[in-house]
């Protein structure tokens, strides 16, 4: 049986990266809901309805688990979808605890980069209030990154302009850890680590929600014995523009890692 790992759009595909480098002999089906990216700008209740709708259509292809790889489908349906269904569901979780470890020493600040919706949404008002008890968290939303991100607009003077106008007035001496907040933006690792103070460090959640994954396989006896890593590539509009999309977004993240 497969993994099956969803987002709006491409980006839970850093995601996939990242589960298909720690588990070579598993095979994955990747579900971008092409008819509904990008959700972080819209209606709750709405965003509530397209994750159900996607998962269902996900746990139709028989997997053997689920990688909600996006945070703000996380924060608003993985509750209903563990109710719902008796796979094990993995999540995402912004990086904030690690970050704030990290920065324990230094006391340096931590710097949340996420789509609207997760930072206004209670589960994480309550991640940042169970871990940061020192007040030592501050959040930027991101709105039109995953735009540019869908677009494959990675590089280039419109999204160095699109930081320059994020970064312009944020004092970024206080800051030791940038946490990206959504599965969108480890697209941007690179660009960041250019366009950001060289002592600040870039971390992302993909990997607490691989160790997850793992840890629950393992419970299960499922680790996948003869996989090979094959993934399955579908969308919920069936472009088959985007489902050309999908590998080379995969590609260039290998690409950027060998680098
Ligand atoms: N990739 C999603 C996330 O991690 O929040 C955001 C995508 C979107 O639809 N805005």
Known sequence: MKIGVFDSGIGGITVLH??????????????????????????????LQFVKASAETIVQHDVKALVIACNTATSIAINALRQHYALPIVGMEPAVKPA??????????????????TLKESKYKALVSRVDDAGMVDSIPLPDLVRYC??????????????????QDVDLSVYGTVVL???????????????????????????????????????????????STDVTWLCSDNSPAYLRKMPEALAMLQRMEAQ
């Open 18 to 47: 990242e589960a298909m480098r720690r588990l070579p002999r598993e095979d994955f089906i990747y579900f971008a809901d092409t008819l509904h990216v990008p959700y972080g700008t819209k209606p709750k209740e709405d965003v």
């Open 181 to 227: 907040g959504c599965t969108h933006y480890p697209f941007y690792r690179k660009l960041l680590s250019e366009l950001l103070p060289g002592h600040i460090q870039i971390v992302d959640g993909s990997k607490g929600t691989v160790n997850r994954l793992i840890q629950l396989l393992q419970e299960r006896g499922a680790l996948g014995q003869g996989g």
């Open 100 to 117: 704030i470890e990290m920065n324990r020493a230094s006391g340096k600040r931590v710097l949340v980069f996420a789509t609207p919706l």
């Open 150 to 167: 869908e677009s494959l607009v990675f590089e280039g003077p419109a999204i160095r302009d699109y930081f320059a106008g994020i970064l």
